[in-house]
């Protein structure tokens, strides 16, 4: 159940009640794709670094160890030792994006693994009982990921496959959610709208989705090489059809001036492998913009990576370390860059939150917006 707390324009502070807890709104998911934080990050840490849901992965968790492995295992939660809220994604993006041989039918799709080329066969049916499985707090339904830019009539056939997909999903989540041997049976269910980059179809399944019973909206199939500009385009055009009663995800989204521009066009959720993989690559988030750790510059650099951070890495180890780290190739070096910038992500969301509650959210915007956009030497 999403409560609305306050709005600010068009942006939202809410909470989010789920089965393992409740979510203060807006926030950052934190990917773990194989039920786990790239970077060698535990389920404890995490929740020093703020994290509120960890999102871990259908398909790759499908592949190995097996979702029923994992149900025998008791599910994610006790798999991996976190008790918060955890979102699955359906499979979908992963099927369409790793998949070299696939074929797209009305009962699903074939494709073969892209671990050891096995041949497998996922539809909305195979996808809700893999996520019962993993007994994740938030599935997604099962959709087609379409690549952009597609030609409009296979987009609105596409668009109409993945809503009659939708109606699979919900009736097979009620009957899994109704067994008596069911992992989590309060276990919750997310839309995912579609459309490419065409507002009419966009604008319209967004309409056939918010009526449907369904716990959440995602917007799918965005940053994903299109222009920014294009993407807020889509987010203002379908967000006023969107049920006012229910949280809106941005997949796969994004930048922190992303978040923030999002945010300011009334999006709730986000996730992201930015803040990890940056990390791992030597590149932090600032409160001044990012900035590359093997830099010459920090060779001698006794300040920590933000000296407006708190996060564990800031408090204890200076740039010079961990440039000196990077250069090592020690693997330590992305170890630390990863706390720090989900400490920063997760204080982002915290900051937003805030500003939302004091009706300061149109300043917050213009100030962080472009000033995290910076790149620093």
Same mark, same amino acid.
């Given at each position: ?43 404890? %840490? +995490? ?6 849901? %960890? =999102?871990?992965?259908?398909? *790759? ?9 994992? #149900? ?71 959709? !087609? ?16 496959? &993945? ?32 459309? $490419? &980059? ?26 994903? $090489? ?23 995800? +941005? ?47 920090? !060779? ?14 800031? #408090? ?6 961990? #440039? ?7 693997? =330590?070096?992305? #170890? ?10 997760? &204080?982002?969301? !915290? ?15 213009? *100030? ?7 790149? =620093?030497?």
């Amino acid at each position: 159940m999403y409560k609305l707390i306050k709005t600010d324009g068009q942006a939202r502070r809410g909470e989010f009640i789920t089965p393992h807890g409740t979510i203060q709104a807006p926030f950052f998911m934190n990917v773990g794709t194989a039920a786990a934080i790239k970077g060698g990050i535990s389920s404890p %840490e +995490l929740k020093d670094l703020k994290c509120q849901v %960890e =999102l871990c992965n259908t398909y *790759h968790l499908h592949i190995r160890p097996g979702d029923k492995i994992i #149900r025998q295992m008791g599910g994610l939660h006790k798999f991996m030792n976190w008790d918060r809220p955890i979102l699955t994604d359906s499979g979908g993006f992963q099927v369409f994006s790793l998949a070299k041989l696939r074929k797209i039918k009305e009962e699903g799709v074939y494709f073969n693994s892209h671990v050891d080329g096995r041949k497998i066969f996922m539809g909305p049916e195979e996808s809700m009982q893999i996520q019962s499985n993993l007994a994740s707090t938030i599935a997604m339904a099962f959709d !087609e990921c379409i690549e952009n830019p597609s030609p409009y009539d296979y987009v609105q056939k596409s668009v109409e496959r &993945t809503t009659r997909w939708l109606c699979r999903c919900i009736a097979e989540m009620k009957r899994l959610n109704s067994l008596p041997d069911t992992i989590n049976p309060h276990q919750m269910l997310f839309a995912i709208n579609q459309g $490419g &980059t065409f507002d009419d179809i966009r604008i319209q399944h967004m309409k056939t989705i918010a009526d449907m019973e369904v716990d959440g909206i995602a917007i799918g199939g965005l940053a994903v $090489g299109e222009p920014t500009e294009v993407m807020y385009h889509i987010i203002e055009q379908v967000i006023p059809f969107a049920p006012k009663d229910k949280p809106r995800y +941005l997949m796969g989204v994004g930048t922190p001036s992303n978040i923030i521009e999002a945010v300011y066009r009334g999006v709730d959720m986000f996730d992201c492998v930015m803040p990890t993989r940056n990390a791992r690559h030597a590149t932090v988030f600032t409160w001044n913009g990012t900035t590359h750790m093997t830099n010459k510059c920090y !060779e001698t650099d006794d300040r920590p990576l933000d000296p407006l951070c708190d996060c564990p890495t800031c #408090r204890d180890f200076s740039r010079a370390y961990i #440039r000196h780290l990077f250069k090592a190739e020690e693997m =330590l070096a992305g #170890r630390l860059c990863v706390q720090h910038n989900l400490y920063f992500y997760n &204080t982002l969301m !915290e900051k937003i939150r805030e500003a939302i509650e004091n009706n300061e959210f149109e300043s917050f915007r213009n *100030h962080y917006s472009p000033l995290l956009s910076q790149k =620093l030497s």
